[in-house]
């Protein structure tokens, strides 16, 4: 059974950083590319960053050279380090996966930049 949770959120002022992670078990993320989504209250749900199996990454540009997609193959997570976080920000953030044409999804963490 696969599992994706994520976790890391919170609320932050702006300017602030934040660290998400994304825990999978029931398959190893080396052999899948993982995304990051987010979705904003009223909002489509949208991609925000990529890392492939070989490790290359990508970036909406709202958030490009302020976030990092990254994965730790040894612990089978993925994270995402936010850093000059804007009030725009905001929103459920989500991680994804997929394998043997499935994809999977977590419940969600929640990102507040507030001041």
């Known amino acids: 059974q696969v599992q994706v949770v994520e976790s890391g959120g919170g609320l932050v002022q702006p300017g602030g950083s934040l660290r998400l992670s994304c825990a999978v078990s029931?398959?190893?993320?080396?052999?899948?590319?993982i995304d990051w989504y987010r979705q904003a209250p009223g909002k489509q749900r949208e991609l925000v960053a990529s890392?492939?199996?070989?490790?290359?990454?990508s970036y909406i540009d709202s958030v490009k050279g302020r976030f990092t997609i990254s994965r730790d193959d040894a612990m089978n997570t993925a994270y995402l380090q936010m850093n000059s976080l804007k009030s725009e920000d905001t929103a459920t953030y989500y991680c994804?996966?997929?394998?043997?044409?499935?994809?999977?999804w977590g419940q969600g963490t929640q990102v507040t930049v507030s001041a």
């Open positions: 890392i492939t199996t070989e490790g290359s990454t």
């Open positions: 029931g398959i190893t993320i080396s052999m899948s590319w």
């Open positions: 994804n996966t997929a394998w043997n044409s499935r994809t999977y």
